[in-house]
């Protein structure tokens, strides 16, 4: 069986520790690429600009992807996602501190798999974290 890989797209280099500190804690082994906007979201999903020659598998099992993003907008970058037929069933998890109801509405309206707000505790953060990657990596079912 090939190894599930994770896209984390986080531009916080805060967020992006806690982040790789949950899956840490629960011994994820699975591989996670990080990139720091939504342009380079892209390049990696569709192996262009600047990763057009990245290693490793052609799609993430998931994403993890930030809505408050430079460069292109992780609303903008699911919007892309699912306008193409090979990134349109790539499960999509916006995982932001926005509690902004219109990012909520535009992200599910866009098609993401899930909305998840960035709590603001660190211990809470890496809970919140945590039970993302059991599910998405251990319960879940990808097409």
Do not use: C
């Not at 806690?18 to 192996?47: E, P, S, W």
């Amino acid at each position: 069986m090939t190894q599930r890989t994770i896209l984390l797209v986080e531009d916080n280099r805060q967020d992006e520790l806690l982040t790789l500190r949950a899956l840490k804690k629960i011994h994820v082994a699975n591989r996670v690429d990080v990139v720091r906007d939504g342009q380079q979201a892209l390049d990696y999903l569709f192996r262009d600009g600047e990763l057009a020659h990245r290693d490793g598998p052609d799609l993430p099992s998931v994403v993890l992807l930030d809505v408050n993003l430079p460069r292109v907008s992780g609303l903008e970058v699911l919007e892309r996602l699912r306008a193409d037929p090979r990134t349109r069933f790539l499960p999509t998890v916006l995982l932001t501190s926005s509690d902004e109801e219109r990012d909520r509405l535009r992200g599910y309206g866009n098609g993401a798999n899930s909305f998840v707000r960035k709590p603001l505790d660190s211990a809470e953060f890496v809970e919140t974290v945590s039970r993302l990657g059991v599910y998405w990596l251990a319960v879940n079912d990808p097409p």
